[in-house]
């Protein structure tokens, strides 16, 4: 590809997770000069996992890179829904899947930033950096940084995250709604779990685990609590323990594997609901623009199309406010309607009355498998 002549003075990507590495290599491919610069002074990827669909998969084949993760990750055959006392409540066949859309994975966080930042190995990186300022200058953007330099873009992209200052700087206070739930991420030493994910539902909690590799699995802990609750590490073990005293199947054993505290990764649940993602030359990806719950396991996957979406919009529109616009409105309808799902399944795993959580795990137990699995081929057969 030749770049556009718009993109001449080239793009600043701001935030180095997956959206903003993901751009950062697929930008490198097609020549299109860009810098990205990361708030933190190292790269210190969550301790944590990641699953990442058959869509997602979809991107990583795009940019020739689902190979790089096929050999570090775990191959899903399936999720499975349980009660807290592991009765089977439902199943979706992610083998079902493969001969037409591929795997899906599931794998740590590190691997999957080690292959980005792979891609994207030539690209200028500002570590610890941020933008303090942006002002559109008729055919460029100039951002100051917090080390005293500017420079000017003919694009900048907020891929800094649900907390972005991007969209702070183009948008002012954008307030995150919050979902109602706060979860505890983990990963331990186990080889006790089956290739399924599980998703395990109680009463104002679910736990989930799934392999990321032959050794490791990736477990979270869902439960409704206010916002901001502290969660002091002493004691941080035997309170999370507690808390899930009541669940069986694999949950006492992968809780009774941990060792420290800080082996458990708490954050509260928060949504983005603000319109639109671009303003002039600014534009928002991944979190930045829809964070979402992780109900569905779709905010990576979310993030990844978003990027395949505008690299095909850059590559084909003339004028910022053509690709920008083409970009939106393809985006726009897919993810809402994702988000607003991710939120309703959130809101009924985390039913706390007893009467509503027999009557959800009733219904549950009485869908067919083939319906969880049809929801999924209509995901992966959208175009994007």
Request: glycine share 8%; proline share 4%; with cysteine.
């Amino acid at each position: 590809m030749t770049a556009p002549t718009w993109l001449e003075r080239g793009v600043l990507i701001v935030g180095g997770g997956i959206a903003g590495l993901t751009l950062a290599g697929a930008l490198q491919r097609i020549g299109v000069n860009c810098q990205l610069a990361e708030r933190s002074d190292t790269w210190a990827p969550v301790g944590a996992g990641i699953i990442l669909g058959v869509n997602a998969m979809a991107v990583m084949r795009r940019f020739d890179l689902a190979h790089d993760l096929e050999d570090q990750a775990w191959a899903l055959e399936g999720m499975t829904i349980t009660d807290a006392k592991n009765r089977h409540l439902i199943r979706t066949n992610l083998a079902e899947l493969r001969p037409r859309f591929g795997i899906s994975l599931a794998l740590h966080r590190a691997v999957l930033h080690e292959a980005l930042l792979s891609a994207a190995s030539d690209v200028p990186i500002r570590m610890g950096t941020t933008v303090d300022s942006l002002e559109e200058t008729g055919e460029s953007v100039r951002a100051r940084f917090s080390d005293g330099s500017e420079d000017s873009f003919a694009l900048v992209v907020g891929a800094d995250g649900l907390h972005s200052q991007i969209r702070s700087l183009i948008f002012g206070d954008v307030p995150l709604r919050y979902s109602g739930y706060t979860c505890w991420r983990m990963v331990v030493e186990s080889d006790e779990m089956e290739a399924s994910a599980q998703e395990m539902w109680g009463r104002g909690k679910r736990f989930g685990a799934v392999h990321i590799d032959a050794q490791r699995i990736y477990c979270f802990a869902v439960v409704n609590a206010e916002a901001g609750r502290p969660d002091p590490a002493p004691g941080r073990l035997q309170r999370l323990r507690q808390q899930f005293s009541e669940f069986a199947g694999p949950v006492p054993s992968l809780l009774a594997s941990l060792k420290e505290p800080d082996q458990l990764i708490q954050n509260d649940l928060y949504e983005v609901l603000h319109t639109p993602w671009y303003r002039g030359r600014v534009v928002l990806v991944g979190d930045a623009a829809h964070g979402m719950t992780p109900d569905m396991g779709q905010g990576a996957a979310m993030a990844l199309e978003d990027i395949a979406v505008l690299i095909e919009s850059l590559e084909t529109t003339d004028s910022p406010a053509d690709a920008l616009g083409a970009w939106a409105t393809r985006r726009t309808a897919r993810v809402r309607w994702i988000q607003n799902q991710s939120r309703r399944i959130g809101q009924v795993g985390q039913w706390e009355s007893r009467l509503a959580c027999a009557l959800r795990n009733q219904v549950t137990r009485a869908t067919p498998a083939w319906a969880a699995t049809r929801v999924l081929k209509a995901l992966a057969s959208q175009r994007v």
